[in-house]
């Protein structure tokens, strides 16, 4: 089971109030069982696996969740959260599990690849594509880091860019941390 790619989380909706979709995986492939039989460790092959699954899930409408993929996979959320790391650092192409799709967790690399491809002048629809993600939630994505990059460049303080954004300190910090990255903010006003 995974959770359906349209069923986005919303305030009050809990896990029990979510849709699910079944999907249908490969745990494992005939090419990476010949890996493992002329010496790969699961562990080398483990990032190429978890974006595998997880590419399947999407194809399928459904998104996994991290713990998810460590159910499937055997090992820690830790390890798995590594391992999509890895992956998506190695090819530069954000995988479509939850947290990224529906915009949960912690991790910021949706966002900064998003906003980069902005940057380098692509459309919404060509990073909807790239990305894996809706238009709208692109658009939403660029329209915040423009509007936090507006009120850090005048230097604005943190406090007044989330009363003024509506956003939290935590997300705004990542949009300042992303501008700072494209070196679009004076070192100074960072904060």
């Not at 490969?26 to 493992?36: G, H, M, S, Y």
């Amino acid at each position: 089971m995974a959770v359906d790619k349209e069923d986005t989380p919303s305030r009050g909706k809990t896990v029990a109030d979510q849709k699910n979709r079944t999907v249908v995986v490969d745990l494992w492939t005939r090419e990476e069982i010949d890996k493992l039989a002329g010496g790969e460790s699961m562990m080398d092959l483990l990032p190429g696996r978890v974006a595998r699954m997880t590419k399947q899930a999407f194809s399928q409408e459904g998104v996994f969740t991290v713990v998810d993929l460590s159910l499937l996979t055997g090992v820690s959320t830790a390890t798995i959260s590594r391992a999509i790391g890895d992956w998506q650092e190695a090819q530069k192409e954000v995988l479509p599990i939850r947290g990224t799709i529906h915009d949960t967790g912690m991790s910021i690399s949706h966002k900064k690849e998003i906003v980069g491809l902005h940057l380098q002048g692509f459309l919404t629809s060509d990073i909807a594509r790239r990305t894996s993600h809706d238009p709208t939630n692109v658009e939403r994505y660029i329209g915040n880091f423009e509007r936090v990059l507006d009120f850090a460049k005048e230097g604005v303080s943190l406090q007044k860019i989330c009363f003024y954004t509506g956003l939290g300190p935590r997300l705004v910090r990542e949009y300042q941390s992303i501008a700072s990255h494209h070196k679009l903010l004076p070192q100074e006003r960072k904060q």
